[in-house]
């Protein structure tokens, strides 16, 4: 149980540390795409991430996604926060949420707190701006973000979609504030207006809010779905850096398949037709969409002929949407996964992940190892052959991806959230900690003040609580969270009643 | 009179041309930075353009462009079209408005001419929806224009400010698909609906219109000027090729000073004490916010070192405004030049242009050489080594760089308007067109059925029309006028009552 203490986590300090060139690094550095889908859950695909296909995937039509997994490496315990920015901080940051007090996501104009309103708890005061290089922002992290230490060290840098690291003002609104070098509709909202280039993408004047997506006027009034405009302005910005051999880093973050769902019409008879209530289908449209995104990125890099030395980064930012806005029963949509997005439990945390390596990646491997969000942070730098000075807490998961039987699982994942989301407060929506270890899952559920605990390798959907049959265990890993909050500077909200911060989970099991 | 004939144009014609790299050429490409400002008039600055200081160049504060002049070339007979779209879509295709048929403005919204309604004439079917490289577009002009010839020459294109070259929904709205890298703020809004961070730029959702400008989300809330928010991005956008010793091009075309006309408060106080009327104080404001930029900029390019190895144009793209909305008489504006903004007199055509390119130009020169807007596609690409196959109607200014006495003026200088701009008909705002040749001025006032002849050298007000004292000077010049639109291919406007075209100006000296 002690085998993650080897691993030395510090504060953050970047402003101290340097990126260098890897001594062993060739001259020749791939290029890196990050391919990042938003509120994506773990079985919204044709692609199992699963031992093998299961109800949902067959709802899905994903054949590019199950290209990648033939091409590539799938994690299929792969995690993420349950929210988007806290995950999207972590990605570009490699720390964790619960150090940087980025944990709910941000809302678009500056200094709200987006906690929807409860009686008993208030949510700690955490970066409600989100992630900022701006010294006079009060969220004055990180001084050198993953696109600028890439861009430092000659990638072109290219930010294509959604942003949403802060809010209006804050320096976390502008990717080219973060080293992105070109910025292609990247700003502080979390959603489209409108999916729909005859919407302009919501820029109708009259009607136009926060949410209306900037920078595509080419396809305004054209029947152009977000996620296609997106894709081909991010086959133009590849192209400088293509022409002119300069390695570039393309972070590519669809809204896809965040609300509004607005059906992709190129895609939605075949999903009415197998029955699909319309907003399921609708969301279905959204998955085939991004799937086919994935397919014209794979097909640009093999027309260029650089698909050998660019690395194809699949990831969502949170689990799928089950709480409220989808067809069907609530908590049905991640099945056999439990919840979904803003929960602890797996269908909220759980994401599909897939990396393509050609020559570093064995074709068609699966690996049990499992990975987080900050983990990429330090994987990315270390394709990129950057080496840090100042250590984070994400670890590189490169190791994984040349032999993946190598599964460590041995250092705690932890997944903190206390805020509530939504008017829902069932299945750990609000309020909630979650941590895996091993084949362990702790989720503490703060207002309830219990701890549950399941095997995720026995049980996948997390329906047989074990905190009453094994309270030694409970116990430790009680303790191995309490410890992992305070040693990250975790915050907890506080009980309106008496003033007091709520318990840390080991005061659950003294 | 025919030395203009020695020079060959024919119709464009890019899509089987090639850019090539001069032999010649070295391999240490300069910098080009194109400083363009909306709707200066010729004497809006301290700095001088006429012989000496007349009475409005104190009313202003440009001590960089002061500085420029000192360090660089001043060309005193510079010319642009009356209006914006033409300028800026001749600046970077190479061809005269009269020949691209975007002799007017372009509406942000598609498929909308904006000729003000008139009873008698009828605009041609000019190009209303701008520069197209999209073949769908009924604008198919250019495959490469400008950017796309540098970029594909090595040069990282860098586009900051407005564009204009093409309304909602057309290539030429995205400057992206005209070949720059990067784009910051442009799209197909002629003006800003504010230049106050502290209104977003005008992205105030329920306020919001088309004229918000995209891309500054770091600034909202902030009391950051947009003319100061477009220099900031401009400076953080040429640090990557700076880092990676890439040649730039910079093209960045203020916001400033066209309407609104709204105080910048850094400058405000000094102009309203100096008696000046609000709106007026605050012209100057925008005025001074552009110079300050301009400064920034060379501080910018001396600290990193480059300046040496970097052309700076300074331009704008029309005369000043002088028909409405402007403190004082109408036309009173641009004394001693007559009429302004969208007029074939000297107010609305004459304009500030300046290069700077130590090494090459002897250091506070001027020259009596004219250019004209799509004199400058030619120019940038010869500075950067880049050889057309095919023709355009510009013609290079580099051997006036290198010697400024080197005065040719032999060929005619065309500013084809068949369009009506406001409510005013005075002064040629409305129907016109105006040729430069050598010293003489022919305005054609179609509406009126009018010519009208000036000695520029001797009249540089155009107060004296010799019309009728020289009708030999003016056969020939209208004859010139006439071959010169005929080969064109200019558009005339119809009469509404016969629907016969307006005669070309050689039927009114028959």
């Known amino acids: 149980m002690k085998g993650y203490l080897k691993i030395l986590f510090f504060i953050c300090c970047w402003g101290t540390g340097k990126a260098q060139q890897s001594p062993g690094q060739t001259t020749q550095k791939p290029n890196i795409i990050l391919f990042l889908v938003d509120d994506m859950g773990w079985m919204d695909t044709s692609q199992p991430f699963g031992d093998s296909a299961m109800a949902l995937n067959h709802k899905f039509h994903t054949p590019n996604m199950e290209r990648m997994a033939k091409e590539g490496i799938l994690f299929h315990q792969a995690y993420a926060n349950s929210v988007c920015t806290p995950t999207r901080t972590s990605l570009i940051s490699g720390m964790s949420a619960a150090r940087t007090h980025i944990t709910n996501w941000t809302a678009i104009t500056p200094n709200e707190a987006t906690d929807f309103k409860d009686d008993q708890l208030t949510a700690p005061k955490w970066n409600i701006n989100g992630l900022s290089n701006i010294a006079e922002q009060n969220t004055y992290l990180c001084k050198k973000p993953l696109p600028q230490l890439l861009k430092e060290a000659g990638y072109f840098t290219i930010h294509v979609g959604k942003a949403h690291w802060g809010s209006l003002g804050s320096g976390g609104s502008d990717p080219m504030n973060l080293g992105f070098v070109v910025n292609i509709a990247g700003s502080s909202l979390g959603h489209p207006q409108s999916y729909y280039g005859e919407q302009n993408f919501g820029n109708m004047p009259g009607k136009t809010t926060f949410n209306a997506v900037p920078d595509l006027q080419r396809f305004y009034g054209k029947d152009t779905f977000l996620t ?5 302005k991010a086959i133009a910005a590849m192209n400088f850096p293509v022409e002119n051999k300069k390695p570039f880093f393309l972070y590519l973050a669809h809204y896809a398949v965040h609300m509004p769902i607005q059906p992709d019409k190129r895609f939605i008879n075949k999903y009415l037709a197998a029955g699909l209530d319309p907003t399921e289908a609708a969301y279905a449209t959204l998955i085939e969409g991004m799937d086919k995104s994935l397919g014209d990125i794979m097909h640009y890099l093999k027309e260029k002929k650089i698909e050998k030395n660019t690395v194809v980064i699949f990831m969502s930012d949170n689990g799928g949407l089950a709480n409220a806005g989808r ?21 909220g945390i759980r994401v599909p992940v897939m990396v393509r390596w050609p020559g570093v990646v064995q074709p068609g491997t699966r690996t049990n190892s499992y990975v987080s969000a900050e983990d990429f942070f330090p994987s990315v730098l270390e394709m990129a052959g950057i080496r840090l000075n100042t250590p984070v807490d994400g670890i590189s998961y490169i190791p994984v991806l040349k032999n993946p039987a190598m599964v460590k699982n041995d250092r705690p994942l932890l997944f903190h959230y206390p805020n509530r989301w939504t008017s829902n407060e069932d299945e750990g929506y609000a309020w909630s900690s979650g941590m895996r270890y091993g084949k362990w899952k702790l989720v503490y559920l703060m207002k309830q003040q219990k701890l549950e605990l ?15 049959s094994d309270p030694q265990q409970l116990k430790e890993l009680a303790r191995l969270m ?29």
């Open 327 to 347: 067809g069907g029963a609530r908590n049905t949509q991640n099945l056999p996964l439990r919840a979904g997005k803003g929960s602890p439990y797996e269908g």
């Open 482 to 510: 309490t410890a992992e909050l305070k040693r990250k500077g975790a915050q907890m909200p506080v009980w309106k009643s008496s003033g007091i911060p709520v318990a840390w989970p080991d005061a659950l099991v003294k």
């Open 454 to 468: 399941y095997d995720i390798e026995k049980d996948l959907g997390e329906q047989h609580d074990l905190s009453k």
């Open 228 to 232: 296609e405009a997106l894709t081909q």
